[in-house]
């Protein structure tokens, strides 16, 4: 089963900046759509944005689309989420997996925490 491994969580003032990482291992990321999941404490998990398998964007949620940029390097078997103007209501644990709409979800990571706080 695909395994997967996010970094590059931090914590950053409102308005900064980070960049996501999710390597996979275990399988062909390429195979599937992926998305970039995120849980805020005390609320459900939510899809942040989902992308095709070739690369095109199927989805951002409104609270992050002009900020979030969803992208994927299949050779690296890896899919990014870089985060820009980040507000405090995007502090979450975030993920990454396959689309749960379109797939079989696998076996969540341990996820990278984002903090946004002044």
């Known amino acids: 089963q695909v395994q997967f491994v996010e970094s590059g969580g931090g914590s950053v003032q409102p308005g900064g900046s980070l960049r996501l990482s999710c390597v996979a291992s275990g399988g062909i990321i390429g195979d599937y759509v992926m998305t970039w999941y995120r849980q805020a404490p005390g609320k459900e998990r939510e899809r942040v944005a989902v992308?095709?398998?070739?690369?095109?964007?199927?989805k951002y949620i409104d609270s992050v689309k002009g900020r979030f940029t969803i992208s994927r390097d299949n050779a690296k078997n890896t899919v990014y989420l870089q985060m820009n103007a980040l507000k405090p209501e995007d502090t979450a644990v975030y993920h990454c997996n396959t689309d749960w709409q379109l797939h079989i979800v696998m076996d969540w990571g341990q996820g990278t925490q984002v903090t946004v706080s002044s």
């Open positions: 992308i095709g398998k070739s690369g095109d964007v199927l």
